[in-house]
């Protein structure tokens, strides 16, 4: 399985485990659809969840039918599909113009136009968007994305709250600690009404999962049925009153597999009090191959009064719950048989006061100076540990107490014992500690005499150099001092350097030949004087020419020592190319020129410089006259000729200082340094010079120019919108103008 397929395997887990999909609608969701609805002025509001095949609406405002009653469409549709794999917002304010969604059937069919998409992330994994959509074109104001971002955080939050119910209701114990039901009995024995009664019951009882409640009466009939292990069975239903329990649980008259469960269900009537009694109203009952905890008790008005008139009993699918202590037993016994035949090894488990709680293994009888090993249980480490190792040993068992898992070896004789210490919590309180002993005497022999081995294979350089010197990356040996003991031609190359003076250079010659070289010499110096970090690292050189090495080390042991082994590797190309596909998501692709991005950046750059130092700037807003004329006569492919044309011509117009792009369709965007009457001027030079431009078969090209000079005080958004309005005093006046 590829990564990508990996993580989307985790997102998809996930989804799933909220179990949202094919759910139904839920009120805390559409609250937050209609609000969001009524907020941003939207006719539809969406909780999407995306799977594998189509996405899902939790919740949706305004769909219409069929899509509001089928409450899914295929991918194909799906606008919120993008938001899911980007795991960012999207926003566009046609969609009919974007590249990635102009194809879309949801914008025929759904008449998806205008769309607003959040990314909701629940457990480090987007499943799905919070979304509104109109059916006409629009812009999306930050603050009102910032509103819907908001909104999103708040359906997360309730996925998170409503698994945390889900969760909580598992988990919620129905007897307290006398043996006696709670909740769902005060609520049955408080209310009046038959038909209150039941439907409180059933509130209370309904969700137990893998579980059923009865009320029963002392004929053993049934009062009242409820149960999460009864959903979709018939035996939950009104009808279900009155019978007996075992008619209820469709037993045979007679059969004796059902007489454990009247037997605990009559001791809970006669009022049994004591904790033997207790423990005898619960029992297993196994039936279709599952198995269920059954439990019985008496329903009291209030403790002490008289025997009870009624009972309730508790039956859970204990079946998993059973095969994991059958599993937990088998394992205990295994453990035990492996222990115990553990040829060098032994186990043994201490408690907080490092007193033996339980010790065995082969190796302990070997160990034990005197008596048996039976006798360390219940004896300190302290009162039987040898002198020899003692604070060594009492040192190595206090981390692990005080919750580190540790290991260490020891010499012991003529032996070697290797110890591994793990901590046991309760909570977060450490209780105990287990200890593996192995004899690794063995062991370290033969890593002695493979040291050996290896300082004999040391002393074989010429293999070595032999083989670096086939090696196109740059491949530096070093001692643990990081001197030089080995390097290829290639290192040399890579900085200027006689191959036969590298051996025994040490750092910081390297460093004082290299680095001024380097783009930043002192960050270079302080990576390569500075402790070993393992991790690739990469360095920018200028001379003599531009290139971008990466280096990567590994640690080495030689028989002087642990040592490195430093390889540097040309990644310019690689560099060069990230770099260019960064440059082009700049880029508008049809023009050539800067897109909205580049363009939303610019703008951003020059508002903050006027704060800072007070310079003026100007934005002008182009649009193309009659354009939708020459995509309708002369085709789209004469249109888009037009707009690389126009494109180009504002850019041969612009100064160094300024910035001209594509904003979208047919509209272009300019921001320019200076006053006003600097942006009238080149909007009057770039209007004439569109004006003589020539693009067959269209016979003539013009453009409308609105000006807005940014006030101080005013945001980026304001000084555009009043560009737009003088754009449309130019259209308005005639076209082919300039108006501000």
């Known amino acids: 399985m590829s990564e990508s397929d990996s993580r989307e395997a985790r997102r998809l887990s996930v989804l799933q485990a909220t179990g949202l999909l094919d759910s139904d609608a839920e009120a805390p969701f559409d609250r937050l659809t209609r609000l969001s609805s009524r ?24 769909l219409t039918e069929p899509w509001a009653s089928r409450r899914e469409t295929p991918l194909s549709y799906s606008f919120c599909q993008h938001v899911v794999r980007s795991a960012e917002k999207l926003v566009v304010a046609d969609a009919r113009r974007h590249p990635l ?8 069919e759904l008449n998806v136009i205008a769309y607003a998409g959040v990314p909701l992330t629940v457990d480090g994994e987007t499943i799905g968007a919070f979304c509104v959509i109109d059916d006409k074109p629009r812009d999306w104001p930050p603050e009102k994305i910032e509103l819907l971002q908001d909104l999103a955080a708040s359906v997360v939050s309730e996925v998170q709250l409503r698994s945390a119910l889900q969760a909580a209701r598992k988990q919620k114990a129905l007897i307290d600690d006398d043996g006696r039901v709670i909740g769902a009995v005060a609520a049955y024995r408080d209310v009046g009404d038959d038909k209150k009664e039941h439907q409180q019951f059933a509130a209370l009882v309904g969700n137990i999962p893998n579980g059923a409640v009865a009320l029963f009466d002392r004929d053993l009939r049934c009062l009242a ?18 019978k007996t329990l075992r008619e209820l ?77 059958k599993s937990l037993r088998q394992s205990e016994q295994i453990h035990r048989a492996i222990v115990q035949n553990l040829p060098l090894g032994a186990v043994f488990m201490m408690d907080a006061d490092m007193r033996y709680v339980s010790a065995d293994g082969p190796l302990l009888a070997s160990l034990m100076r005197e008596g048996e090993v039976s006798e360390l249980v219940g004896r300190r480490v302290p009162d039987i540990v040898s002198d020899a190792n003692r604070e060594r040993l009492l040192a190595f068992y206090a981390k692990a ?17 290797e110890l591994s210490a793990v901590p046991i919590f309760e909570q977060d309180k450490v209780t105990n500690a287990v200890v593996v002993l192995h004899d690794v005497t063995a062991r370290k022999r033969e890593a002695e005499t493979l040291r050996r081995a290896r300082d004999e294979v040391a002393r ?78 990469e360095f920018v050189f200028l001379r003599p020419r531009r290139r971008v090495l990466k280096r990567s080390l590994t640690s080495v042991r030689m028989g002087e020592g642990d040592g ?45 410089r006027m704060k800072r130092t007070g310079t003026p700037f100007c934005v002008a807003l182009l649009d193309v006259d009659h354009f939708k004329r020459v995509n309708d006569v002369h085709g789209h492919g004469a249109g888009d000729e037009v707009l690389r044309a126009v494109g180009g011509t504002l850019s041969s117009q612009a100064r160094v200082t300024d910035t001209v792009g594509r904003w979208g369709g047919e509209e272009f965007l300019a921001v320019l340094n200076g006053t006003l009457s600097g942006a009238r001027v080149f909007g009057e030079r770039t209007r004439a010079a569109i004006e003589k431009l020539r693009c067959p078969p269209v016979e003539r090209v013009t453009i409308s120019i609105g000006l807005a000079e940014l006030h101080p005080g005013e945001s980026v958004l304001d000084a555009i919108a009043r560009a737009d309005k003088r754009l449309y005093d130019a259209k308005a006046g005639g076209r082919n103008r300039v108006c501000g």
């Open 401 to 417: 107490l005080a919750g580190e898992r540790v290991e260490t070896e020891i010499e012991y004789g003529e032996r070697w014992l």
């Open 249 to 325: 649980a469709r037993f045979e008259p007679g059969d004796p597999a059902f007489d454990p469960v009247e037997r605990i269900c009559r001791q809970a009537l006669e009022g049994g009090q004591g904790e033997e009694q207790i423990q005898r109203q619960s029992i297993d009952l196994r039936l279709g191959g599952r198995v269920f905890a059954v439990h019985a008790a008496p329903v009291r008005d209030q403790p002490g009064s008289a025997p009870p008139e009624t009972g309730i009993v508790l039956a859970l699918d204990v079946t998993h719950e059973r095969a994991l202590e």
């Open 39 to 62: 907020l941003l002025d939207a006719p539809v509001a969406l909780i999407s969840l995306v799977d594998q095949h189509r996405q899902f609406f939790k919740s949706a405002v305004g």
């Open 564 to 608: 490195y082994l430093v390889t540097w590797h040309d990644v310019t190309a690689e560099r060069d190319l990230l770099r260019e596909r960064e440059r082009l998501l700049l880029v508008d692709a049809l023009t050539g020129i800067p897109n909205r991005r580049a363009l939303e950046t610019a703008l951003h750059v020059e508002a903050e």
């Open 460 to 537: 074989e350089r010429g293999l070595l150099e032999a083989a670096l010197g086939h090696i196109e990356d740059g491949m530096v040996l070093l001692d643990s001092q990081r001197r030089i003991l080995l390097a290829n031609a290639s290192f040399a190359a890579m900085f200027s350097l006689q191959q036969e003076t590298l051996t025994g250079m040490d750092r910081q010659t390297f460093v004082d030949w290299v680095a001024p070289v380097a783009e930043d010499p002192e960050a270079f110096a302080t990576v390569m004087m500075g402790e070993i970090n393992p991790e690739p690292q």
């Open 101 to 108: 969604l102009r194809d879309s059937p949801a914008i025929t």
């Open 225 to 242: 049925l409820e149960g999460g292990l009864l959903h979709g069975d018939d035996r939950a239903t009104p009808s279900s009153v009155g």
